[in-house]
DNA sequence: ACCAATACTGGACAGTCGTCAAGTAAATCT
DNA sequence: AGATTTACTTGACGACTGTCCAGTATTGGT
């Protein structure tokens, strides 16, 4: 039923055309899956049924399973598009930093921002990464997301460290653990209307940074 | 329809009568409530049914509306009588612990015991605490234990910097996130399989810990 | 203009959900 | 022992769920 993914190497006629398809195809896939982000960031994934996702789109309820096997399908294609939206975040702030401080305040500016900002949308990772700890389906992919994050850390750390003259003192995990449990505290806050947690996280980086870098002797 | 709560102050035979049902009735509500919480830790919050808790126990699903009002009574219910089971965990370690290292390598091994032991529990915790994020019925008894939570990893690290003559160089809430993020990602990777990232838990607790102490001069 | 393939709608399905109430069993009191 | 309250069961209710499908609108090739 659904159309066929291009085939050949030689791109004939037909080609282009299901190529033409496909993309179509997948243009609606992200659209549709994108309503569902906001539903699901709104709700959180128990509350969240395929009719409120359709409610939210453009198109009625059936038309998600003409673009999707079933729900598990749906909300991992969701997963995998959110993981593209959200981890080269920070590179920027790693990129155009030239010392030491900048980057430790442009990393915790940028945290503190995204928990202001963006406080639903990481509440849903939050929660689909608790879902795959009951359901694992989700597993492979929220662990793709979870080391892409660590990764995205661990530039942040070692490139401090570097600025610094210094060497990173912990692992890769430890490093990310650290930072997304301060993030994770100052979300719940946030979300539970305490506006000032923003602050006491931005804090909490400039405090905790440097001191997961070798001391000075 | 349920029997009222002991009312006056001078116990009368009747007061007394109701006192022994308010306890029976305590008692079934609470065993009502471990069979939820075997449920909720199992299924996790999304699919757990009031009828699977019930088919969890000895009772059909009728009663619980005879013992809670309803469904966000019943999982608050849960949620305080998991508190009360998970707070006072390390104590004992703090009580019996007469040197730096001693409570280091205890809090360290008490971490990763439960890590491995009562894996499926936390995970319920954490469930629950996602839930919170959207619900804001359970937003006030999680924040409760949360606070619990957080004075018990409080009183570890000051009781460690005060064997090692040292002071605490963060806030509670601070060492408390660092902790928790470390826990919820070892917890992560032992439910998907990888019982030896306990062994890694028990190593990062070791190494950063001390750092959240002032360093020496 | 016609036709076939694609895109989408809206209703129906079987199942499950929380909730409730009528009815039975058990315990308690007089 | 009989009467009354308490404890619990069972079946039902309307609402909602994911899934599926027959039918309609839309598109694009010829």
């Known amino acids: 039923m659904n159309p066929a993914p291009p085939t050949g190497l030689a791109e004939t006629s037909v080609d282009r055309i299901s190529r033409r398809q496909v993309d179509k195809f997948e243009e609606r896939r992200s659209q549709l899956a994108t309503a569902a982000i906001q539903t699901l960031s709104e709700l959180g994934y128990a509350r969240t049924s395929l009719r409120e996702i359709a409610h939210n789109s453009d198109f009625s309820h059936g038309v998600l399973h003409y673009y999707f096997t079933d729900k598990v399908d749906l909300i991992t294609y969701c997963v995998k598009q959110y993981k593209a939206a959200c981890v080269t ?10 010392t030491a401080p900048e980057l430790l305040t442009g ?3 940028g945290l503190a921002q995204t928990a202001r900002e963006d406080a639903s949308m990481h509440r849903l990772w939050y929660d689909l990464r608790n879902q795959s700890l009951f359901e694992s389906s989700y597993r492979h992919d929220v662990a793709e997301i979870d080391g892409s994050l660590r990764n995205m850390i661990w530039r942040i750390v070692s490139r401090y460290a570097e600025l610094d003259g210094r060497e990173p003192n912990v692992t890769p995990t430890q490093a990310y653990a650290v930072f997304d449990g301060l993030f994770q505290h100052a979300l719940w806050q946030v979300l539970a209307g305490n506006q000032a947690a923003v602050g006491v996280l931005e804090d909490s980086v400039i405090v905790l940074l440097p001191r ?3 001391e000075f002797d």
């Open 212 to 214: 997961l870098l070798i």
């Open 107 to 109: 990393f915790a500016r």
């Open 89 to 98: 975040r920070y590179d920027q702030i790693v990129a155009v930093s030239r």
